[in-house]
């Protein structure tokens, strides 16, 4: 009746940007991302006590606002008459600003649940199930580079190779710790709406992932870092001329991609990617990382860097 998963955040390289299915939560166009290792959420789902209403804390502290996506993720994963849970939730980095802690969180959450009533979900089931909750959730169901694709009426995750295949390393500039304003469902549905782009982006991302994808198995840097950085160029761009615009840069984001454009010219193996909030990704060789992070760090406005590794799967800790 109690168990606990643990989830690693992961970024898209080929991102996520609109949903085909609002009901179901079915993205647009398929992705490809990488999982990290040194982050990571942590969710006990405990349900043998007989409260009347579900109790969520996070990192210690209790959390209504957090507590109606997390209790319909339940209610996806062990149907509406389900007991009411003690939901525990730990977090090792900022949550909402574009560090994908919803993709951990979920992933972890429909783990653990799914642990907790003794079911046995395969990885495809569990990837569907957490992804109704946040799309990028289904992802960290994989380590290393995971691509989900979008078959139509349905997704399917595939692997493209575990952590050990191709060691790469992020270092994740953060330039604001509050949380975004705008939340990524909300955010999609403008683009989707209002964006000129919104089309041209959807119809192209195929050709964005073939090309990822025979970087990933050639594991050809240059070819990686060259449409990743396009694919997350064109995500913004989307998101700019969208009505509202959808602005989730901060001035040191910019500054930010300039020192990786400098780290370029000096020959580092190094590309940036930026999803829905100020934060930069840089994804480098391993020999490169310290340039980067030192790099990083000196830039103005870097609150804070942190450095991760490629991650594993998300995975069951402890089951009772
Ligand atoms: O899964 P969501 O609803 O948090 O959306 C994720 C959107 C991006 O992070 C911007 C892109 C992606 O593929 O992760």
């Known amino acids: ?35 990290l290792s040194e982050l990571h959420t942590e969710v006990s789902v405990d349900l ?17 606002q957090m507590l109606p996506r997390l209790s319909a993720c339940l209610d996806r994963v062990l149907g509406p008459t389900r007991p009411r849970a003690n ?13 994908a802690s919803s993709a951990s969180a979920f992933a972890a959450t429909t783990l653990a649940a799914a ?17 109704a909750s946040s799309g990028s959730a289904a992802r960290s169901f994989y380590g290393g580079f995971a691509e989900l694709r979008n078959t139509g009426d349905d997704i399917a995750l595939t692997s493209l190779g575990d952590e050990e295949s191709w060691p790469l390393q992020v270092v994740v500039a953060i330039t604001e710790s509050g949380p975004k304003a705008t939340g990524s469902t909300e955010a999609m549905e403008i683009s989707r709406k209002s964006s000129p782009f919104y089309d041209s982006w ?36 989307v998101m700019w001329a969208s009505r509202p615009p959808m602005v989730f ?12 454009r400098r780290l370029q010219g000096e020959g580092c193996r190094v590309f940036f990617t930026i999803d829905a909030g100020p934060q930069v990704k840089a994804v480098c060789l391993p020999d490169d990382a310290d340039s980067v992070r030192q790099a990083l760090t000196a830039t103005p406005g870097v609150l804070n860097v942190m450095m991760s590794r490629l991650g594993s799967a998300a995975r069951l800790v402890q089951e009772r």
């Open 1 to 35: 009746m109690q168990a606990t998963a643990i989830a690693q955040p992961n970024i898209a390289l080929i991102k996520y940007w609109g949903k085909r299915d609002i009901d179901r939560n079915l993205p647009a166009v398929g992705s490809i991302s990488i999982t």
């Open 48 to 64: 043998s006590g007989d409260q009347p209403v579900d109790v969520l804390i996070v990192n210690g502290e209790e959390n209504q």
């Open 87 to 99: 939901i525990q939730s730990n977090c090792n980095f900022p949550i909402a600003a574009g560090l």
């Open 115 to 131: 642990g907790a009533a003794n079911l046995s979900l395969s990885t495809q089931e569990l990837a569907r199930l957490a992804g």
């Open 202 to 237: 959807v119809s192209q991302q195929e050709q964005d992932l073939v090309l990822a994808r025979d970087a990933i198995a050639g594991q050809d840097f240059t070819q990686l870092a060259s449409i990743a950085e396009h694919n997350c160029l064109k995500m913004h761009s």
């Open 249 to 260: 840069w901060n001035a040191a984001t910019v500054q930010c991609l300039e020192t990786l």
